[in-house]
């Protein structure tokens, strides 16, 4: 059999450049008007019976080159299971080295989150006591932004994910957020629905997500550079976001995220805006202690450095959200390699794991609930 490769389908993509035996090289696509790529994610069939060599040769010029050196793809025979490959970095060519034992090999950056497991996602969760489902508005390509509402209390928490749609780790974040959110038999849940509003938008960029983008939007817009001036022509994503949350207002915000280059996750903050206050910092650095405690998968040494006074970049979420509303904002990032304090041979990071530390983002949201009235 001749090898087979494939990416027309939800969050697909690649370029097949040519084949020769058992062994392919290819190419990832552009975000649509845009340079950026990184994100990968293709079938392989007729690989039975031998090793393939998938070699992806345009990653010197993808949007984080320093995502490649340690780095090892995830495969799939079932697209439920995904694990690590062998993979090799060198000379801006990742070489991917597999045998699957039947005829189909399915291959992506990071186990993927399709749109179709969007929609199936958010029609069960929607089905839930007390969750309300609507659309904000529409996308370029005409797509709904889903917001789930759930709890009475009067602080207004949002948790949204997935800006840059090729961060799927985001979106399986959310699934272990919005599950422990409406277990009507978990304590944490309970006590959060009582003393908050929750507002979550699991996908900001269904359009990236479905065109197997990295970073954009249908229009080539990277969502997480528009929160101080976002327009219907270039990122309806974010204006109807926030024009919601002008009129709940913001207590608490998470922006959910995955890195390329840093092997573990980490919390950004909102240093550097100039609206910035004394209780805001407090409470910050009160959560970050308190899910440092609470999951061994957290850690404060690796991350970003903090912008100095006055510098922060206002196009960015979590600083326009803190700057705006004076609220605690945050952005959480998990690795797409592994976290390496605790790293998983077969996995690497993981959908399991990712959904493990949202059960526990809300575990520290609840101890430090009653400070942030
Ligand atoms: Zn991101």
Redesign the pocket.
Known sequence: MTLSISSAFDAGNIRLLGVDGQRADLEIVRDRESDFYQWFHFRVTGAAGGPVTLRILNCAGSAYPDGWPGYAACVSEDRQTWVRAATRYADGVLTITHAPAGDALWVAYFAPYSLERHHDFVARIAQREGVSLESLGNTLDGRDIDLLSIGDGPLQVWLYAR??PG?TMAEWWMEGALERLTDVADPVARSLRRKARFHIVPNMNPDGSFRGHLRTNAAGVNL?REWHAPSLERSPEVHHVLERMKRTGVDFAMDV??DESIPHVFLAGFEGIPERNDAQGRRYRRYVETLERLSPDFQTRHGYPAAPPGKANLSMSTNQLANRFGCIAMTLEMPFKDNLDLPDPVEGWSPGRSKALARDCLAALHELIDDLR
Request: aromatic fraction near 0%; charge should be negative.
């Open positions: 800006q840059h961060e997480n995220h995955g």
